[in-house]
């Protein structure tokens, strides 16, 4: 049976799996679920770091933490895991593929629009990032955002108004719409203007706020 730290108690309320538990302590050579983390995102900054992860199925075990902990989330837990998503995803073909297989879009959109994520504006910030990242990989993987937020998953995020979710949430949209006419034409129709009104609102009100302190 794998243990775990005292420090882990707070965040495994919903437990996670052992076989996950044991693969990142193995990997990470740690006992702590928060320092495994900290040491595989530091992994995963570098390319060869990235490549070695994916060849150990990392991603799908990260995926399994964010759908473990579906009620009772921890948020540095949780940033922890979205900071090593993006890092995982950030130009890795083999991680961007296991992102898609194991459902990342739908795991990761349902994690950053439940009410007490989305009042943590960072948590919130690095979710999409993951999804930025993912979005690059090609028309694929676009699909798969485009579908499960246009346009209530979009509009919800453009809502929150402020630069820290709408700098990423734009780079999303911008990827998906670059080069996919339908998807340009949705975001102008009745569906989609909602969520371009929020985002340019964002905007002005930005730099509405930069004129005055400037």
Known sequence: MVGCSGDDAPFLKNPISEETLKLLFDVSNSNSLENSLEILIQTSKSNSGRSNLASKAILPAILNILQ???SLLDHHILSLCFKLLRNLCAGEIL????FLQFDGVVIVVSTILRSEVVSDLMLVRWGLQVLANVSLAGKQYQKAIWEELFPLGFLSLARIGTKEVSDPLCMVIYVCCDGNPQWFRELYSHNGL???????????????????VE
Do not use: D, Y
């Not at 969520?195 to 706020?209: D, L, N």
């Open 68 to 70: 473990s902990q579906t």
């Open 95 to 98: 991680n961007q593929n296991l």
């Open 194 to 212: 909602p969520v371009v009104v929020e985002i340019v609102r964002t905007a002005s009100s930005g730099s509405i706020m930069k004129s005055k």
